[in-house]
């Protein structure tokens, strides 16, 4: 059993900005499934969104991510994240992150930051380092952990389940102790202690078929809390990026948003300015209403994507403000300079998740959770665009500092060692395969932008059958990372569907044909489920 103070599930910036925080207090793990850069935040384009401008205010922040929560917001962490946002944003700079810059205009050639614009934003707020700002808070981060000696970091280490104390049979307020974890070189299982862990373990994007997400994104943290009791919130609420790339060979190649902020145009693959018609943004409008009249567009027209122009800009600013969409584009034959890209909406973000103030304190003692994984309030029924590596960071930051402050005494408790009973290997990794296939298809077709109940019932039947058999060879096998991440998503799965049954409304990402319009009457009333 390795034992140490604090016990980091997550190598992102939820993880990576804890991990910071409390290593000069104590013996830090951070454990993560494959290496350690491999997360949603290496791939983020877009930027952070932070008051930084004086054209710009705290108020005008908290109200377009009101608005986009679509009044499922809770509006204290709204305030909180959002004006707290400047001064985590600028110890992030303080450890290295360099954001671009620009010149500030009819000055002596000084630099300012330079703000992108994404939709549903009423100015100008996102800090980005042109289009690759994931990779740049990744090198950042992770140069400083590699500086900080009370960080031990373990690549490719799988954390199975959480240890707690009412698993394990004790009496007394539910406790987490720590978590089983398969080391995928070695293929053993073994025991992590400490008294605070934290879930950094990000979203879930691949229970979905198409999704922007890295294939780390299984939902890991949300199915291991679930299982341990804590309760999960707004799962219903999966944000489907409106512009990933249609292209046979490239995996979950996203477009960012800031393409359509520089003046990018959507249009049907005939030409057509089609979101004109659907909001007074047009292509700008929040990403909800962008995926679902994409998806609108794509039925009606039967056509297998649609276009996003941007060539009517110049090929300079182009290739320096989106160096790596550029070339990655260019990489599968398409010049953007020179012709429109075809996009289609993909999964890409989970609004809801564990349920944890702002400080990551979840409903069991010792058990935190920051970053994709929690549901703080932030973003109620839809997330707007770029609040989520702001999230993470501020809420990072608190949660260290709450802890540190009441600095939780080492558990008492014995943890017994992972018991793999007579589990022999498995000779039908067939089914494994099937089954994931299986998952991200039926969510796709049944729990997609579009619901029905009908839809939903099928899928929650389809999915319960699923599950016995998963359960099955979770107990007869030696267990391996896909099998525990089909697991995983397979319980994401029967959460966000639960969820969306338990919701008889359209609001926000949730949008079911069977309630087209939002109950007036739950208003601020979120979905939470227990084990
Ligand atoms: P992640 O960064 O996803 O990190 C999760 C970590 O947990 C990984 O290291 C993973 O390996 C590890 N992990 C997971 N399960 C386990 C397990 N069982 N055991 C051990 N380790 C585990 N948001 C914005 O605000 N602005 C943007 O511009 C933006 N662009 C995006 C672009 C793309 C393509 C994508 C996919 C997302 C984007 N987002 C953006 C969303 C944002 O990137 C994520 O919400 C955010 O990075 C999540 O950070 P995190 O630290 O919570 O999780
Ligand atoms: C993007 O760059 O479009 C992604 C931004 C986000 O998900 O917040």
């Known amino acids: 059993?390795?034992?140490?103070?604090?016990?980091?599930?997550?190598?992102?910036?939820?993880?990576?900005?804890?991990?910071?925080?409390?290593?000069?207090?104590?013996?830090?793990a951070i454990l993560t499934k494959k290496n350690r850069a491999e997360s949603n935040t290496n791939y983020a384009q877009g930027g952070i969104a932070s008051v930084t401008s004086k054209e710009d205010s705290f108020e005008l922040h908290v109200r377009d991510t009101l608005e986009a929560g679509a009044g499922l917001c809770d509006e204290q962490v709204v305030r909180r994240i959002v004006e707290e946002g400047p001064s985590c944003v600028q110890e992030l700079i303080e450890l290295g992150m360099?954001?671009?810059e620009r010149q500030i205009p009819d000055s002596s050639g000084a630099q300012e930051l330079d703000l992108g614009r994404e939709g549903g934003h009423s100015k100008r707020r996102i800090l980005h380092a042109k289009d690759v700002t994931g990779r740049e808070i990744e090198r950042a981060l992770l140069h400083a952990v590699a500086r900080q000696p009370n960080i031990s970091v373990f690549e490719?280490?799988?954390?199975?389940?959480?240890?707690?104390s009412q698993k394990l049979g004790y009496v007394g307020p539910n406790r987490c102790l720590g978590v089983y974890v398969l080391d995928k070189i070695s293929g053993r299982v073994g025991t992590f202690a400490a008294p605070v862990t934290l879930l950094a373990t990000g979203g879930c994007g691949k229970v979905y078929l198409y999704t922007t997400n890295p294939d780390i994104a299984t939902g890991d943290g949300v199915a291991m809390a679930y299982r341990a009791g804590a309760s999960i919130a707004n799962m219903e609420f999966v944000q489907f990026h409106p512009t990933c790339l249609y292209h046979p060979k490239a995996k979950s190649f996203l477009i960012s948003e800031a393409v359509r902020g520089e003046g990018g145009v959507l249009k049907s693959v005939d030409g057509r300015e089609f979101m004109d018609s659907s909001h007074p943004l047009k292509s700008l409008a929040p990403r909800d209403i962008v995926a679902r009249a994409i998806d609108s567009e794509m039925k009606q027209s039967g056509a297998e994507y649609v276009l996003l122009d941007i060539s009517h800009k110049s090929a300079r600013f182009i290739i320096e403000r989106f160096p790596n969409i550029y070339q990655s584009c260019l990489g599968f034959g398409i010049d953007i300079t020179k012709e429109p890209i075809p996009v289609v909406p993909a999964a890409h973000y989970q609004c809801g998740g564990v349920v944890t103030g702002m400080d990551g304190q979840t409903q069991i003692e010792g058990l935190y959770a920051?970053?994709?994984?929690?549901?703080?309030?932030?973003?109620?029924?839809?997330?707007?665009?770029?609040?989520?590596?702001?999230?993470?960071?501020?809420?990072a930051h608190r949660a260290a500092a709450g802890i540190l402050v009441e600095s939780p005494a080492p558990p008492v408790f014995r943890i017994p060692p992972w018991q793999s009973g007579d589990a022999h290997n498995p000779d039908e990794m067939v089914v494994v395969a099937h089954n994931w296939d299986e998952i991200r298809r039926l969510m796709w077709d049944y729990v997609g932008i579009v619901r029905t109940n009908k839809r939903l019932q099928r899928a929650q039947k389809r999915i319960a059958n699923l599950q016995e058999e998963i359960q099955e060879y979770y107990w007869d096998f030696i267990v391996t990372s896909d099998l525990l991440e089909l697991r995983n998503i397979a319980t994401v799965a029967e959460l966000i569907v639960r969820s969306a049954l338990e919701r008889h409304e359209s609001r926000g990402l949730n949008y079911n044909l069977d309630f087209p319009q939002s109950d007036p009457e739950l208003t601020g009333c979120n979905t939470v489920l227990h084990k």
């Open 1 to 28: 059993m390795k034992q140490f103070d604090y016990l980091v599930l997550g190598s992102g910036i939820a993880g990576l900005s804890f991990a910071l925080k409390v290593a000069p207090h104590g013996r830090v």
């Open 98 to 100: 360099k954001f671009s």
């Open 156 to 164: 490719n280490h799988v954390a199975i389940d959480l240890i707690t």
């Open 370 to 395: 920051v970053g994709e994984v929690a549901c703080t309030g932030l973003h109620g029924a839809n997330r707007l665009a770029s609040n989520s590596l702001l999230e993470a960071l501020v809420c």
